[in-house]
């Protein structure tokens, strides 16, 4: 039987034809400079996924829009594309988000160590999927060291023709730029993109504090030496320049990218529960205030312009988190050595196959359970061993407390016994020190209760009731993804 884990150590709209560009959607700044291979050093898809957010959940004037419309780069995205998936249900949005830190100010990159030179390539991919009902929004992320094989290109830097070969993903955008990565990445997923959207994090900072900061919470302490993110346990409200260092957080723990992901995707959630419960959304000059923020660094395929705009924010106005679901395409192998490109990561075949026709079906990734009001802990209570005694004489206590926590998800014995002293008045969790993360969660589930290490007890928990008994709370761990993509929904990641 498994131990608890101990603590560390030390809806689619209908199919539109391309707009014929006007003068307004022609591109007002030169392409960005040729891409140096050298590996990116943060994520940006709190960035990218914020900005497709923003701009499509407004629902608000067509001046308005129109104003921003022409605020937006263009790129060619599709150019001369053929042989390309069929179209499926839904609108298939591929963000992609870019270094562009040479426009934050020096003091800000010191303050925040947003230190190095920029490095003009891509540092995330992912694929938003809107349903054809426009009540979900599906979140894929593929990783930016995913192994992939590229079609045949000509190399934008150098001009030289290029028979297909591997690359990791993100090396796609650096060798034939926006349309060789809508190339590879539709090769590798066979989902028809519809849009693409590039955005770097130069206005991250600004259009956090322009919402007026987000809501997070943590369990454990958040601190990265590297970034300088230090969070105790709680809740906090996060301006942008904490906001930069908690998305770009990777020394964390050993998880490394699949944690920051995970960290990422939480506050994204927390992103759209703050723009849907603040009513930006549905103020004009506010609204026009954050687009303005983002859209300052943002670059679109003419497609993406003034009528899919208001077409998605009239369709949008009532989404939520619970609207959104969050996942990374399944790693079958890590750590997988090609020769000349290093170490990749490999997607399981069948699985990111699974997910992939999903998205080409209009379903789903998860199936959606109101979430119940829970609070968050660091180790899920399916992971903690409860023995419960009863340290009162009221009979049957033991077995109702027992019962609770079992409800609850806890692993109790299901053999609740008598403690040795029946006078206690507060109720007790003792614990081996080894195992003060799964007490501390125990604890909570358990209000009022008293913490009392007790060297040598075990993996196993006790739990002596007292005559303080009322009831448990529910509580989850903080990263609940379910099924086989490891889904999670925005309602299930933001604060309670």
């Known amino acids: 039987m498994p131990t608890p884990p101990r603590s560390p150590r030390s809806t689619a709209a209908p199919q539109r034809r391309p707009h014929p560009p006007s003068p307004r959607s022609a591109p007002r700044r030169r392409p960005a400079p040729p891409a140096r291979r050298r590996r990116p050093r943060w994520g940006m898809r709190v960035v990218t996924t914020f900005s497709v957010v923003v701009l499509a959940s407004a629902g608000i004037g067509h001046a308005v829009v129109t104003s921003l419309d022409a605020d937006i780069a263009r790129v060619d995205a599709f150019k001369d594309m053929k042989n390309r998936p069929r179209s499926g249900h839904g609108m298939n949005v591929l963000l992609v988000g870019t270094d562009g830190r040479e426009k934050i100010s020096a003091a800000e990159r010191r303050k925040y160590r947003l230190g190095g030179a920029p490095c003009h390539c891509t540092d995330t991919m992912m694929i938003v999927h809107i349903s054809e009902d426009r009540q979900r929004a599906s979140v894929v992320s593929l990783p930016r060291d995913s192994y992939a094989m590229t079609p045949p290109h000509r190399d934008r830097t150098s001009g030289e023709r290029h028979h297909g070969h591997p690359v990791k993903l993100n090396a796609a955008y650096a060798e034939g730029g926006p349309q060789l990565t809508v190339r590879t990445v539709e090769s590798m997923t066979k989902v028809k993109i519809d849009h693409y959207v590039e955005v770097d994090f130069t206005s991250f900072m600004k259009t956090v504090d322009v919402v007026g900061g987000v809501r997070i919470c943590t369990a454990d302490p958040l601190k990265d030496s590297y970034t300088g993110l230090n969070l105790p346990p709680g809740r906090h409200t996060l301006g942008g320049g904490q906001a930069l260092q908690y998305v770009r957080a990777r020394h964390i723990d050993g998880a490394s ?240």
Request: aromatic letters at 6%.
């Open 257 to 496: 990218d699949l944690g920051r992901m995970k960290r990422q995707q939480r506050f994204m959630a927390a992103l759209v529960e703050r723009l849907t419960s603040s009513g930006i959304l549905l103020n004009p000059m506010k609204f026009r205030d954050v687009t303005r923020a983002v859209l300052g660094s943002v670059r679109a395929d003419r497609g993406f312009g003034t009528d899919e705009m208001l077409d998605l924010g009239r369709a949008m106005r009532n989404f939520s988190p619970s609207s959104s679901e969050f996942t990374t395409v399944p790693i079958g192998r890590m750590g997988y050595a090609v020769k000349g490109v290093g170490s990749t990561l490999k997607w399981d075949p069948v699985k990111s196959e699974r997910l992939f026709h999903a998205l080409r079906q209009d379903q789903p990734l998860s199936v959606h359970r109101p979430r119940a009001v829970a609070r968050i802990v660091s180790v899920a209570p399916q992971q903690i061993r409860v023995q419960v005694e009863n340290g009162t004489r009221t009979p049957g206590l033991g077995r109702r407390v027992d019962a609770a926590l079992s409800s609850t998800g806890f692993r109790t014995t299901k053999a609740p016994v008598n403690a040795a002293t029946r006078d206690v008045r507060r109720t007790v969790v003792a614990y081996d020190p080894r195992w003060d993360r799964s007490a501390k969660s125990l604890a909570t589930a358990l209000p009022g209760s008293e913490l009392r290490p007790v060297k040598g007890l075990g993996a196993t928990l006790k739990v002596i009731a007292g005559t303080d008994f009322e009831r448990v709370r529910k509580v989850r761990a903080e990263d609940p993804g379910r099924g086989e993509f490891g889904v999670v929904r925005g309602d299930e990641v933001a604060c309670s």
